[in-house]
């Protein structure tokens, strides 16, 4: 596996040694990269991203081209994120003019596909998932000075909260902390990812989920983004948050280019627009007919001002020191964690726990948020370094296992960039450990894993929020904020006018600003939708005609997505992790997703390579998240100069002290040579 | 006339080299001793403790090997300036550590290290952790760096290769490799620690 895994790492095959990488094919390889200053990768990759926005829906094309600079035939294998809860559904290889189109297998069949027909020297791609917003394509048989360009179709649903739309693009990915002991997996079997990290008992797939990354410094490969949003009412903003655009409107679409040719690939994109006043948004049905069934998803917008009443609330505060978190992440984190203690009123109760490889926490349980209290909380804010490992699990149990005080809503808010490889094994254990306690999270950072902290944040029946950038610390904090101080809305139920499946089964509790997303599936759905739930003990209903529609390409594929999820959460819970994987392949078959089990494979007819030529395999490195961490190339350190030269010192001062002796014996030394010199002349 | 002004000259340069190999050894050794205080006192306080007024590390670990009686205090970072003091600690962002140091002076010791050997390395917080050394390797360090996120469960001893070489500054590195050890498999080796630190002490 070893030997596998270097080659991987050898992406920067130009003018770095193959000779080295073979005299290193030992059980130590994965200590040390190979790297080459020159960054001159052999398999390049140009990246083009288009986004069409419809309503609540976008769909988007990705497209990879990759060239191969080589005079070998090149396989490329290439791992990248996308947006949370996307639902993949399509492949395309062009070839020149061809255009080769994948279809959904299995993913072990699709795997087999794809390297028979990479064996015979055929043109093929395949496209797996490897987490639910973590994605990997590979290509064989780029011949020698050749671009194949893949596009894969995928679409994905637009956040609405607090007022605002969002679209969120994640660029980059951080490098995960991978805890566990390493598990030997056997080399190019279907378990190695190549990463740079093994396989472990916690992380099994971690090799799969940690490709090599480059930092803004050394990256070469660019990457085009295009938006064509079509918001359907007048807009009083529209911005990207962290990238400068060009936006036009014309016959009713915006198009947002970026300015200047590339995007920023180290940070992630996002594109927020807001509603001009007077414009309404309102409760919405969306409707798709797919195989003579109706597919819809239902928006609904609680009321804005619930009636607030004082909960007494115990907040535990979680901060993130590891060292992932370095740089500009942790005073993002402090001045997040500081609002946090702000909002705290005299009758609360709080306590802050710092975690890396170990959890601390400052008071031994809860204490009254008096104005000591707060002062010792925001020294120990003011003192936090983040260094060190991601044992997640330790803080969140010393958090869970707190004896909560009678009369107190428990609120766990957890800052962290979510950058563990262990995230199936902590989301089981929160899942099951969570009791009466609410868990909220703040994603830090670029490359944040988005999707990790919405699971944890929806099985701990709270709210997930992003911060990117310091500037966004005072909006998004006070949304969660509000959130965290007024009451939700629960108990939701919904009586259907007549039969359907719909998803989420168990309706969420409600906070401020955000909307209820129902994803319905039935033969016709028509009639009136009646919702209800509780707030402050105080019923609230809403109804929602179903005949007032629109339609909208992609609520299938939706629907799809929600109901693959569905049976993954089951897995282990009322059904059997096998039971569960059946089902999730007849979905993804039917809707034609991508899934964990199921992957896209394209296959060309004929084959392009002869058996005699050579195919070698590169690994096209991903981006790191631009932190404003000191040193950007975290993956990697020179070796560091350890001589001290002491012998060389001595020896120089022993040789100069060795002259000056001969130096005096000179007058001695020169008498006899003259001597010597006079006797031989005559001669 | 130039003999006695070659003479001086000569004496000068001569020691002055050789009181600069003294002076290695020395700040190797007195740092080592400076230290020693710096960190007991580090045990005691929250932050971490500079064993003298601009010094440019601290100590952050203690490193020792049973049986070849090595006890050194390890430092915070592994750059040149630090090196001179003691053996220095890179950590990983997995936890993988890195401790470089001088092949004439701190890790002089490694020349005669092997497979198998069991080393002990104490943290601030009191912790001790068991390692075993797992390989030895020599490579050329300009066509490689130090993957800073290998596993937690690996730790990498880096000094210069050869041992005997004049020259300073070579490119040739040799490489340590030590795995984790449980606590339980040691309980022997931790009896060992207690004798050795009491010898140093």
């Keep these: 596996m070893f030997a596998h895994r270097l080659l991987g790492s050898v992406l920067l095959l130009f003018g770095s040694s193959v000779s080295l990488a073979q005299g290193l094919e030992t059980d130590q390889a994965m200590l040390w990269l190979d790297y080459d200053a020159q960054s001159s990768s052999t398999v390049a990759l140009v990246t083009d991203i288009e986004i069409e926005v419809t309503g609540m829906l976008a769909y988007s094309v990705i497209k990879q081209q990759f060239l191969n600079d080589s005079q070998e035939w090149a396989e490329g294998r290439y791992v990248f994120p996308l947006p949370d809860g996307v639902a993949v559904e399509s492949l395309r290889v062009a070839v020149g003019n061809r255009v080769i189109a994948g279809e959904i297998q299995e993913r072990e069949q699709a795997r087999i596909t794809y390297e028979t027909a990479r064996a015979e020297g055929r043109i093929a791609s395949l496209v797996e998932q490897e987490r639910a917003n973590l994605f990997s394509t590979s290509i064989a048989n780029i011949a020698p000075g050749e671009v194949l360009e893949i596009q894969i179709g995928f679409r994905q649903k637009i956040d609405y909260v607090h007022g605002e739309f969002r679209l969120r693009f994640p660029m980059s990915i951080a490098p995960p902390y991978v805890p566990g002991a390493a598990l030997s997996t056997e080399a190019g079997s279907p378990q190695d990812g190549g990463g740079w990290s093994e396989n472990t008992t916690r992380a099994p797939d971690a090799s799969k989920i940690t490709p090599t990354l480059v930092g803004p410094l050394e990256s070469t490969n660019p990457v085009a983004l295009r938006v064509e949003l079509n918001s359907g009412m007048p807009l009083a903003y529209l911005e990207a948050s962290h990238h400068l655009i060009d936006k036009q409107f014309d016959r009713g679409l915006w198009q947002i280019t970026l300015e200047g040719p590339n995007a920023d690939p180290h940070k992630d994109f996002e594109l927020v627009w807001r509603p001009a006043v007077g414009a309404h948004v309102d409760s919405a049905v969306f409707l798709q007919r797919l195989a003579d069934q109706d597919h819809a998803l239902l928006m609904l917008l609680p009321p804005e001002q619930f009636v607030a009443q004082q909960t007494r609330r115990e907040v535990t505060l979680i901060i993130d020191t590891s060292g992932s978190m370095q740089g500009e992440s942790i005073q993002q984190a402090r001045e997040a964690l500081l609002f946090a203690l702000d909002s705290l009123s005299a009758q609360d109760h709080f306590n802050l726990i710092e975690f890396n490889n170990a959890a601390s926490s400052l008071f031994r349980s809860p204490v009254e948020a008096s104005s000591a209290n707060l002062r010792a909380a925001r020294d120990f804010v003011h003192r936090l370094k983040a260094d060190g490992g991601t044992e997640m699990l330790k803080p969140l149990d010393l958090a869970m296992q707190q004896q909560v005080s009678a009369g107190f809503l428990p609120q766990i808010v957890f800052v962290t960039d979510g950058q563990v490889g262990n995230t199936v094994e902590i989301i089981k254990h929160v899942r099951s450990t969570i009791g009466d306690s609410r868990l909220f999270t703040v994603g830090i950072g670029h490359g944040v894993n988005s999707q990790f902290l919405d699971d944890l944040a929806r099985f701990g029946r709270g709210s997930a929020v992003l911060i990117a950038d310091l500037w966004q610390v005072q909006n998004r904090m006070n949304e969660l904020v509000t959130q965290l101080t007024s009451p939700v809305l629960h108990d939701i139920e919904l009586h259907w006018p007549s039969e359907v499946e719909f998803l989420p089964t168990q309706m969420p509790d409600l906070y401020i600003g955000q909307p209820l997303l129902v994803a319905a599936r039935g033969d016709k759905l028509r009639g009136d939708l009646l919702v209800t739930g509780l707030s402050d003990g105080q019923r609230w209903q809403q109804v929602i005609p179903l005949e007032t529609f629109q339609t909208a390409p992609g609520v299938a594929a939706y629907w799809g997505r929600q109901a693959i999820q569905h049976e993954l959460d089951r897995s282990g819970q009322d059904i059997s992790p096998e039971e569960s994987r059946l089902r999730v392949i007849d979905l993804a078959v039917e809707y034609q997703l991508l899934s964990p089990y199921t992957s896209l494979v394209a296959v060309d007819k004929t084959p392009q390579r002869s058996h005699a030529a050579a195919l070698r395999r590169h690994d096209v490195p991903g981006y790191l998240p631009d932190n404003g961490q000191r040193g950007q190339s975290i993956m990697a350190r020179a070796m560091p100069a350890t001589d001290a030269g002491m012998l060389q010192r001595l020896l120089r001062g022993l040789l100069a002290l060795a002259m000056v002796v001969l130096l005096l014996l000179h007058p001695f030394v020169s008498r006899d040579a003259a001597l010597g010199t006079d006797q031989d002349t005559p001669a | ?201």
């Design chain 2, 1 to 201: 006339m130039i003999r006695p002004l070659l003479i001086v000259s000569l004496l000068a340069v001569g020691l002055w080299q050789i009181a600069g190999a003294t002076t290695i050894q020395a700040k190797a050794w007195l740092g080592q001793v400076l230290m020693e205080r710096a960190w007991s006192r580090s045990r005691w306080e929250d932050s971490p403790v500079l064993p003298w007024p601009g010094a440019v590390s601290h100590p952050i670990a203690r490193l020792s090997v049973p049986g070849l009686d090595v006890d050194y205090l390890v430092l915070d970072g592994a750059d040149t300036p630090i090196l001179a003091w003691g053996p220095g600690m890179e950590v990983g962002l997995n936890g993988h550590r890195l401790i470089a140091a001088h092949r004439d002076t701190h890790f002089s010791f490694l020349r005669e290290i092997s497979s198998g050997q069991s080393v002990q390395l104490e943290l601030a917080n009191g912790q001790v952790e068991h390692w075993r050394v797992s390989n030895r390797e020599i490579i050329d360090s300009r066509g490689l760096s130090l993957n800073l996120a290998a596993s937690n469960q690996q730790m990498t001893w880096i000094t210069c290769w050869p041992f005997d070489a004049i020259d300073s500054g070579g490119p040739m590195r040799l490489l340590v490799t030590l795995k984790r050890v449980p606590y339980f498999d040691n309980q022997l080796s931790q009896t060992a620690t207690v004798d050795t630190t009491g010898v140093a002490l």
